[in-house]
């Protein structure tokens, strides 16, 4: 069983950036990949961001490609998205994703959910 916690959301202007972190719980963190969705109002959950267990491969949304950048830090069991150039129409609820697999995780099937962190961008 794996548990996600994300943390590092809040609200920023257009143009500025932020960095949301999931913290992971279990001592296989190392073998999981790991992805970011959102959710905004009105809207269904889409991909965001996937990083594979060793952190070789990665995969973005065009939506998000050359703004945002997925990392991980396996020492510290935890994942990170950092935000930049920020849009307000990248206001939404960000949630982590985790599982064996990084293809289950971009088509979101993926066994495991954070509870999600707000982030809101204002014009």
């Known amino acids: 069983q794996v548990q996600l916690i994300e943390s590092g959301g809040g609200l920023v202007q257009a143009g500025g950036s932020l960095r949301l972190s999931c913290a992971a719980s279990?001592?296989?963190?190392?073998?999981?990949?790991m992805g970011w969705f959102r959710q905004a109002p009105g809207k269904e959950r889409e991909f965001v961001a996937a990083i594979s267990s060793g952190g070789g491969t990665t995969n973005y949304a065009d939506s998000v490609k050359g703004r945002y950048t997925i990392s991980r830090d396996d020492a510290k069991s935890t994942v990170y998205l950092q935000m930049n150039s920020l849009k307000p129409e990248d206001t939404a609820v960000y949630y982590c994703?985790?599982?064996?697999?990084?293809?289950?995780?971009?088509?979101?099937?993926?066994?495991?959910w954070g509870q999600g962190t707000q982030v809101t961008v204002s014009s």
């Open positions: 994703a985790a599982d064996r697999w990084r293809l289950r995780v971009v088509s979101g099937k993926n066994d495991y």
């Open positions: 279990g001592r296989t963190f190392s073998s999981y990949a």
